[in-house]
């Protein structure tokens, strides 16, 4: 709501509870995932705006299935979008659904629309385990008068992912389609792993972002504009002690990635910003200087 940009993903093996840490229960309340939080915590500040401030609130629903993106909330899911990329916006979907929300039960129901269409399929791991990666996002715009009464506009967006589960193909029982499935949740996951692993060497001068679609979409929030957000997701039992092993390392290189959020707002804005706030340290500097106080440089 302040204008910055925030990610808040799951990690982890088939069954470790992802899609729960994000989705959660709606009864009781207590066991409401990170999303439907998020939805509540966005409308409750929402409510408290002041007069001068007008809130426009947007979400969107995509998955990422065999690396094709699809419009979860489009009447015709199954259709394949682009990505696309320019200056001001960076990473994009060309034609992906938009819908304007007013309230976090209009989100709610925005969101379980997009759910019936995502892909799921069951293994030896998971009855209904996610066979692809999905991104529900929230872009929140922000109008209020600057100091010279002009409108200023920010600019905020969250993006709340799933991702399907790191697995061993062997212990899913895969064939068929849901090996095919597998194949390419790996590899994507395998991409982002690379991708941590250039940022957080700091030698290297490439980060593979654009070895799939996932690490594209991820690519602000990894290393970016972005504060960000890994749930770790492990099993318990001894059985999963590879994949557990697997997650914490993953986990343990991704803390060290280096983000540098800002706030979004028109580029004009922030240039008189910068310079009210630089005119004020000035006058600071002259008020000192005349009551022969140290002048801090």
Same mark, same amino acid.
């Given at each position: ?7 808040i ?5 088939t069954?470790? /509870? &992802?899609?729960?840490?994000?989705e !959660?229960?709606?009864?009781?309340p #207590? $066991?409401?995932g990170?999303?439907?939080? %998020?939805?509540?915590?966005i ?8 007069a001068g401030?007008?809130?426009?609130v947007?979400?969107?629903?995509l ?23 320019n200056?001001?916006?960076g990473?994009y979907v060309?034609?992906l659904?938009s819908f ?8 709610d ?6 759910k ?7 293994t ?7 066979r ?8 929140c715009e922000c ?5 010279s /009464? &002009?409108?200023?506009?920010?600019? !905020?967006?969250?993006n709340?992912v #799933? $991702? ?5 193909? %062997?212990k ?16 994507s996951l ?20 654009r070895?799939?679609?996932l690490?594209r ?15 770790a ?5 001894g059985y999963?002690?590879d ?32 310079f ?9 500097q002259l ?11």
């Open positions: 709501l302040n204008g910055y940009n925030g990610t993903f799951a990690y982890g093996q069954g470790a /509870g &992802k899609t729960f840490t994000m !959660g229960v709606m009864d009781p #207590d $066991l409401r990170i999303i439907p939080n %998020s939805f509540q915590h409308f409750d500040k929402v409510a408290l705006a002041t401030q007008q809130f426009l947007r979400a969107s629903y998955e990422i299935y065999n690396e094709d993106i699809r419009d979860l909330l489009s009447k015709d899911p199954k259709n394949r979008l682009e990505l696309k990329e200056m001001d916006s990473v060309k034609d659904t304007v929300v007013k309230s976090a039960i209009e989100i129901q925005v969101m379980q629309a997009g019936k269409n995502r892909s799921v399929g069951s030896l791991m998971n009855q209904a385990s996610s692809s990666h999905s991104i529900f996002t929230i872009i109008a209020q008068e600057n100091k /009464g &002009k409108p200023s506009i920010r600019v !905020g967006k969250l709340l #799933d $991702l399907a589960g790191s697995e061993r193909q %062997s899913t029982g895969a064939t068929g389609d849901r090996l095919k499935e597998a194949t390419k949740i790996n590899l395998s991409a982002l792993g690379n991708v941590i692993s250039a940022l957080v060497d700091g030698k290297s001068q490439h980060v593979p972002y070895d799939s679609k690490t979409l991820l690519q602000d929030s990894l290393g970016g504009n972005t504060k960000t957000v890994m749930c997701n492990c099993g318990p039992a999963n002690y994949e557990t092993v697997s997650t914490l390392r993953y986990a343990n290189r991704a803390k060290n990635i280096k983000n540098k959020p800002r706030i979004n707002e028109d580029p004009k804005d922030a240039m008189l910003r910068e009210q706030e630089e005119i004020h340290r000035l006058k600071e008020e000192n200087a005349a009551k022969g106080l140290p002048v801090q440089m």
